[in-house]
């Protein structure tokens, strides 16, 4: 699946630059691909007849709206996108389909803004997007997330006293992450594709949980700038979404505890073999340590660019196998904030433009991406009003 976008060529779709008259004059180029419908019909001797003729509308430029700053990436989808050539998803039922669930959770970490991500990405076009490249899409609608009662924040409180912890509004989260993985969960045992949008990246471990039920053996590439492996008992942060990672691999006498997280008990626990970390550079250090300490495959920054990102997803997909399904679990802070300046935990030294659709791209062409969390998208003037209004 191409949910990300590939850049035109100058191979005839598009009128190359310095054009001039001469050749071209006497030969006029061909009409852009998107005037154009091609049909190959077979006639009575055999022979193949491949005729054009007009067809959809040029598309609608991109709107640009609500400092949709994740934006110069997201944004361009509408004329930058490429027909591309049907890839069978093999793990995927037919027609295949997209189950788009909105989760606009924001209490994983203190700031306003990333409960917008499904909402711009909606306005953006991402359903018209993916239909545009054969996805049929069910828009689920959003998980309700509700701030935390008066009782659940008494509960916080006496588990963060008890076990010296630092989970701020676990009790919030984990409700909605627990409705969010049922809802995963039932989506991908119908054979769709799971796209998930943030929300905070403590979504994913809800995704995750419902995901890993309906297919156990999935391999995770986590593309982020952090590693997100804490648990609440070291955490220093308390932000719940640094850590989806490290919960879902925790053994349940932990995370169990941990107040909302009661679900999980007896659910599936996320292997270290079963995830490879990439575009990471921002990591303390009891995670190095973790890393270290249980072998987790982790391609940084500095991997990137010494290996180039071509050969790093290739070693991540190498390392997870040849067989198993695919989650993409992709932080937009992953990415230079030249490219996507509108996230929540902003590190400087990502991807560039190209490196990150490339990672994308690549994933989708192993035909064995099922599903997807998009996360830490940032509306920033939304925030920014919502910091005026109370101010
Ligand atoms: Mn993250």
Not at 80 to 94: I, S, T, Y
Not at 95 to 123: C, H, I, N
Request: glycine residues 10%.
């Amino acid at each position: 699946m191409r949910l990300f976008t590939r850049r035109l060529s100058t191979n005839g779709t598009k009128t190359p630059a310095g054009y001039s008259l001469g050749a071209r004059a006497r030969s006029p180029p061909p009409p852009p691909h998107w005037l154009t419908t091609t049909t190959t019909t077979t006639t009575t001797d055999g022979t193949k007849v491949t005729v054009a003729r007009p067809g959809r509308q040029k598309p609608a430029q991109p709107v640009m709206r609500h400092g949709m700053g994740a934006g110069n990436i997201l944004a361009t989808w509408e004329h930058d996108v490429l027909p591309m050539e049907e890839e069978p998803v093999a793990l995927l039922r037919r027609p295949k389909t997209v189950s788009f669930v909105g989760a606009p959770m924001s209490w994983g970490q203190p700031l306003a803004g990333t409960d917008y991500g499904p909402q711009l990405l909606r306005e953006s076009g991402v359903v018209r997007a993916l239909s545009k490249v054969g996805w049929r899409v069910n828009d689920t609608g959003d998980v309700p997330v509700l701030p935390p009662s008066e009782a659940e924040h008494r509960a916080d409180e006496a588990y963060m006293r008890e076990h010296s912890a630092n989970s701020r509004n676990a009790s919030a989260v984990g409700r909605m992450l627990s409705s969010l993985a049922q809802r995963t969960e039932k989506a991908a045992s119908d054979g769709d594709f799971v796209l998930t949008v943030g929300g905070d990246h403590s979504v994913a471990l809800g995704t995750l949980f419902g995901v890993l039920k309906a297919r156990p053996d999935t391999g995770v590439l986590w593309v982020d700038a952090h590693a997100d492996l804490h648990t609440p008992l070291s955490s220093e942060s308390g932000n719940m979404h640094g850590m989806p990672v490290g919960i879902l691999m925790a053994d349940d006498s932990v995370r169990c505890k941990i107040p909302g997280f009661e679900w999980l008990r007896g659910g599936p626990r996320l292997r270290p073999s079963q995830i490879v970390y990439i575009g990471c550079r921002d990591l303390d250090l009891a995670e190095r340590k973790q890393i270290r300490a249980q072998n987790i495959k982790c391609f940084t920054m500095f991997e990137v660019d010494k290996y180039g990102v071509g050969s790093v997803v290739e070693q991540a997909l190498k390392h997870l196998g040849p067989t198993c399904p695919l989650h993409l679990s992709y932080d937009i802070d992953a990415v230079d904030p030249e490219h996507a300046p509108s996230t929540g935990t902003v590190v400087r030294g990502g991807f560039n433009f190209r490196e990150a659709h490339y990672i994308a791209e690549a994933i989708a062409e192993s035909t064995r991406l099922c599903s997807m969390d998009l996360v830490e998208i940032k509306c920033v003037h939304f925030a920014l009003c919502v910091l005026c209004f109370w101010g």
